[in-house]
T-cell receptor, first 112, second 113 residues
Framework: SQQGEEDPQALSIQEGENATMNCSYK?????LQWYRQNSGRGLVHLIL?????REKHSGRLRVTLDTSKKSSSLLITASRAADTASYFC????????????FGAGTRLFVKA | KAGVTQTPRYLIKTRGQQVTLSCSPI?????VSWYQQTPGQGLQFLFE???????NKGNFPGRFSGRQFSNSRSEMNVSTLELGDSALYLC????????????FGPGTRLTVT
């Protein structure tokens, strides 16, 4: 596994707006995952996109992956106050087992 | 299925003491990873166990150790506690092979005084 770096560090939007956060990584990957952490539900897996996929949707989440640029983005549409959380990306490379190195994350604040 | 459980949820210890934290993975999951989360350092990987063997290790001193039992439950131990060990300790489980999503427990909040 390797570390992803999320950008921006913090994001503040109004309820109903879309939120986009980005992730960059350094070497080739097998897949990339996004996680969310808030005080209520802890750290939760959101979505996984494989290296041969370019886009994936799950409810209000849309993830894109550009392996040529070694980057991914997470779009949350029609944000709600409950989306307020820190979001982390986790690029995964098969090096035998798990050694997820999380970045600092993007702190999203959705104002009601 | 029941989720990942961690015990205890909160713990207060004194410098120099040692502590043992426990993690019970989701039934059928064979891989357990441990993480330390602090405001200053963020989420840091400690180690991963799979089928009772340590498969990966992060950059932590030898005071941090762990083990996994045959039922996949895992414990981590921190000896000679320091103030800087105050943190939220999270464990995560996965099936271990062919699946990549990690399922996290609620964490153990350790305070060292």
């Amino acid at each position: 596994s390797q570390q992803g770096e999320e950008d921006p560090q913090a994001l503040s939007i109004q309820e109903g707006e879309n939120a986009t956060m980005n992730c960059s990584y350094k070497t080739s990957i097998n897949n990339l995952q996004w996680y969310r952490q808030n005080s209520g539900r802890g750290l939760v897996h959101l979505i996984l996109i494989r290296s041969n996929e370019r886009e994936k949707h799950s409810g209000r989440l849309r993830v894109t992956l550009d392996t040529s640029k070694k980057s991914s983005s997470l779009l949350i549409t029609a944000s709600r106050a409950a989306d307020t959380a820190s979001y982390f990306c986790a690029p995964w490379t098969n090096t035998g087992g798990f050694k997820t190195i999380f970045g600092a994350g993007t702190r999203l604040f959705v104002k009601a | 299925k029941a989720g990942v459980t961690q015990t205890p949820r909160y713990l207060i210890k004194t410098r120099g003491q040692q502590v043992t934290l426990s993690c019970s993975p989701i039934s059928g999951h064979r891989s357990v990873s441990w993480y330390q989360q602090t405001p200053g350092q963020g989420l840091q990987f400690l180690f991963e166990y799979f089928s009772e063997t340590q498969r990966n290790k992060g950059n932590f001193p030898g005071r941090f150790s762990g083990r996994q039992f045959s039922n996949s439950r895992s414990e981590m131990n921190v000896s000679t506690l320091e103030l800087g060990d105050s943190a939220l300790y999270l464990c995560a489980s996965t099936p271990g092979t062919g699946a990549y999503e990690q399922y996290f427990g609620p964490g153990t909040r350790l305070t060292v005084t």
